[in-house]
């Protein structure tokens, strides 16, 4: 009798850390899925879009055309940075209101 209390014990603390382990993780990803969506919904508002998957999307790539403008300018291909250039004024004035 006494072997089952000994087991059902560790079976108690094994599940009690594993719990402890679960719940401090969900605390984690809670915390930072609420920091993500927190600097999602300042962004849009500060730029006045959308908070859509979509419109993060095309606001990333609208800045790495801006990116790839200045990489242009840089290595002095006047043609290709306007080009890029507009593309990207282009896709960001069409997604912030």
Avoid: C, K, P
Wanted: proline share 0%.
């Amino acid at each position: 009798m006494q072997v089952e209390s000994v087991f059902e014990w560790l079976g108690q603390v094994i599940g009690a850390v594993i719990r402890f382990v679960v719940d401090g993780l969900s605390w984690l990803f809670n915390m930072f899925t609420h920091a993500g969506g927190n600097f999602v919904d300042g962004l849009s508002r500060t730029l006045g879009m959308d908070t859509s998957i979509v419109s993060i999307i095309a606001l990333i790539v609208g800045l790495m055309l801006l990116y790839s403008a200045i990489r242009a300018f840089m290595r002095a291909s006047i043609i290709m940075g306007i080009i890029w250039l507009f593309l990207g004024l282009w896709l960001l004035s069409w997604i912030i209101h």
